[in-house]
């Protein structure tokens, strides 16, 4: 058994933040990443907003030096098919970022690793128990066996499926069944050519594209579960059936590709949060607690925002003061609600298709407790 203040358990963003944040007040927090090692994800694009996140975790600089590129606006084919665009050089942040998302994790490990935290690959975490004392027993599986680990404090970083939550309880509440289905291609552009990211309704749902690092195009369809035929979807023919029902994706893709896609991956981008994100010695981080709209372009900007709030109520709750779970947990209600007003008034701006089920579902007005969120 292996005794510790601070686990956390994922080390995607929030989980690396948490660390990271943790590690420079002095703490030794120790890390158990499932994944035998960062691996392609799709979320490559970050706004302007997210540059003060990362100066105050001191990872700017790092992340010119590796290669990553700027991202300086978005154009948007929505409400019309006339595109629009929204540049970022006018704004005070500057230029957002798009990403090498595998190097961009590793960095954020390498930077928790050298701040002091301990970090563990290949470790899945399978329950745990409270002992005596108040302190946690956690149990993990990997390649080499079964162990255990004590602890003071959890942090559930594990995304949405949230295994500490929901194992302590907690219920995931879905407001959509919205999905992703990725791919990449190559291009002849090793330094990302155009630096816009590309949104562009259509009747089913929305796609984006961007150029990135490595000579890489992503392109991905944003629709609901159900309206999918995953099966077809996940086919290359089927995807580029989908893709070529587009019109400015579609000749995108044909101008910038030198290759075909890669095999499509169905991923969920579902709106949802835990009925319950804190507790007594635990609290959740990032997607385990509320996951965003990629329309929002939230999600790695809240999981490092959210990672170093996280971070300072485990620092109170070790420091004595028991109530900084709660007040982590009232943090984020308060900042739900206005993003999903932000949410619906996004998808308003759409009137092309008010008979389609996609549509219709994100038009109708939300209650306090939106329309009937399923639960899980």
């Known amino acids: 058994m292996s005794a510790n203040g601070v686990v956390i358990l994922g080390g995607g963003p929030a989980g690396a933040a948490v660390a990271l944040a943790l590690a420079r007040r ?30 105050a975790l001191g990872l700017t600089e790092g992340l010119r030096r590796a290669g990553h590129l700027a991202s300086h606006g978005n154009r948007y084919v929505w409400g019309s098919d006339v595109p ?35 970090w563990h690959y290949g470790q899945r975490f399978k329950g745990c128990e409270r002992v005596e004392g108040g302190s946690w027993r956690l149990a993990v599986e990997s390649a080499e066996g079964a162990f255990t680990y004590e602890a003071d404090f959890v942090v559930d970083a594990t995304g949405r499926a949230a295994r500490l939550a929901r194992g302590l309880g907690a219920r995931r509440v879905l407001y959509d069944r919205l999905v992703g289905v990725a791919a990449y291609f190559d291009t002849d552009s090793e330094d990302g050519g155009d630096s816009f990211t590309l949104v562009e309704a259509v ?40 893709l070529n029902a587009t019109k400015h994706t579609a000749r ?8 075909g896609p890669t095999r499509p991956r169905v991923l969920p981008a579902d709106t949802s949060r835990l009925t319950n ?33 996280a971070a300072e109520a485990v620092f109170e709750y070790l420091d004595g003061r028991r109530a900084a779970p709660r ?35 994100r038009h109708a007005p939300h209650p306090p407790e939106v329309s009937q969120p399923h639960q899980t």
């Not at 195009?217 to 580029?240: I, K, Q, S």
């Not at 804190?278 to 990672?307: K, N, Q, R, Y």
């Not at 943090?331 to 092309?352: I, S, V």
């Open 84 to 118: 629009a665009e929204r540049d970022f050089i006018y704004g005070v942040r500057g230029a957002g970022w798009r990403l090498d998302r595998r190097r961009f994790e590793e960095q954020l490990a390498a930077a928790a690793v050298e701040a002091g935290a301990d």
């Open 26 to 55: 002095g703490l030794r927090p120790v890390v158990l990443e499932a994944q035998a090692g960062p691996r392609l994800k799709v979320g490559e694009c970050l706004p302007p907003s997210v540059n003060p996140l990362l100066e």
């Open 277 to 309: 994100v804190a507790g007594e010695g635990w609290l959740a981080a990032g997607d385990a607690c509320v996951a965003f709209d990629p329309l929002a372009s939230h999600g790695i900007t809240m999981a490092l925002g959210g990672g170093l709030h």
């Open 252 to 259: 995108r893709v044909s101008e910038m590709s030198t290759s």
């Open 327 to 361: 007040r982590y947990a009232s943090l984020l209600d308060r900042a739900f609600a206005p993003y999903l007003l932000m949410r619906h008034e996004h998808y308003l701006a759409e009137q092309r298709w008010p008979r389609e089920p996609f549509w219709q579902r």
């Open 203 to 242: 009747r089913d749902g929305w796609w984006y594209s961007a150029r990135l690092p490595g000579g890489k195009l992503v392109a991905v369809y944003m629709t609901d579960g159900d309206l999918l035929d995953a099966a077809a979807a996940r086919t290359n023919e089927g995807w580029l059936a989908l």
